[in-house]
């Protein structure tokens, strides 16, 4: 069942602009969430952009609100993004602004000095992930701020809200934030063949017991897995991650590689396979913690 949230809205061109795919009944102490994966690009951001629709879409996470489509049979909801990572970043803080991108005085409590703003992902991201500009021109700082408060600060509404219904209706909540990376990203550190990258803020965010859970279920279908390096989970692992209250938060990268042409973006045989196998990893890690009980997770 999709049910697009209340808080939705259509005046960017986005119809809706995110949904929550919400399971017949929840039954996992589990929120999934792929808030980059979107992939509706306005007209109006296309004609303002000097980019072409292909180069826009480097920094998409593609087809991941697919791969992890399954959790939703299984008792999960599933919380997807449409807009797209490079009209509006919701793994940032929601007011990291560059101001070289804007005319106009950006308010006063705007993070204009982060490292990611300086590399150009901000909030409103200034470049794709290749580090292309996107916009040909200086944008309005009205246009920004219309877009962290008609899209950002629902989205992250809508979020905590289903973060909240969990852990009242089970005590915890473990949140799964889902990504993909580039191929060429994980040339450094000698981990040029990892398939996953966990990420826990370096065991900041969650449990171990989830970490090591989850690693275990991946390498036990012959993945290849490493933990924060290079990515640890950003503003949503770090934000949402309060374990010493029951909420729990976790990052997952999946290699594009594994399942898509990088250079096209279109699917691989690959693709079918990994959501079978990413299925049956959320079912073994729900068990393993439904008998371990590391969270404390009662089972169902």
């Known amino acids: 069942m999709t049910t697009p949230s209340p808080d939705q809205t259509d005046a960017f061109g986005f119809a809706p602009a995110f949904a929550v795919d919400e399971p017949v009944r929840h039954t996992l102490p589990f929120v999934f969430n792929t808030g980059h994966s979107g992939s509706v ?12 629709a292909l180069s826009l879409r480097r920094s998409e996470d593609a087809h991941v609100e697919r791969l992890f489509a399954p959790v939703v049979e299984l008792g999960a909801p599933l919380l997807r993004c449409n807009f797209p990572r490079a009209y509006l970043d919701v793994n940032r803080e929601p007011y990291e ?21 300086a ?23 009205e246009d920004a701020v219309a877009r962290i408060d008609g899209l950002y600060k629902p989205y992250h509404r809508a979020l905590r809200g289903l973060i909240l219904r969990t852990a009242r209706d089970f005590g915890r909540c473990i949140l799964i934030d889902c990504h993909s990376m580039p191929s060429s990203s994980l040339g450094r550190d000698g981990d040029a063949r990892a398939d996953f990258v966990l990420g826990d803020r ?40 309060e374990p010493n209250i029951g909420r729990h938060a976790l990052q997952v990268e999946i290699n594009r590689a594994l399942y898509m042409n990088e250079a096209s973006l279109a699917i691989t045989p690959g ?3 990994l959501v079978e196998a990413l299925r049956a990893v ?15 997770i009662a089972a169902e």
Not at 207 to 225: H, T
């Open 202 to 241: 370096f065991g900041t965010a969650c449990e171990p017991g989830l970490i090591d859970a989850f690693e275990g279920a991946f390498r036990a279908r012959g993945f290849k897995v490493v933990r924060n390096k290079p990515y640890a989970g950003g503003y949503i692992t770090e934000h949402y991650g």
């Open 271 to 273: 693709f079918f396979g």
């Open 282 to 296: 959320v079912v073994a890690v729900a068990d393993d913690l439904g008998s371990e009980t590391p969270l404390g």
């Open 119 to 141: 590399g150009g992902l901000g909030t409103v991201p200034r470049v794709v992930a290749d580090g292309q500009e996107i916009y040909a021109g200086r944008m309005p700082v």
């Open 97 to 117: 602004l560059d101001p070289r991108m804007f005319e106009g005085r950006l308010p006063a409590f705007a993070n204009t000095r982060s490292m990611r703003v």
């Open 41 to 52: 690009y306005p007209d109006a951001f296309l004609k303002a952009s000097r980019l072409d």
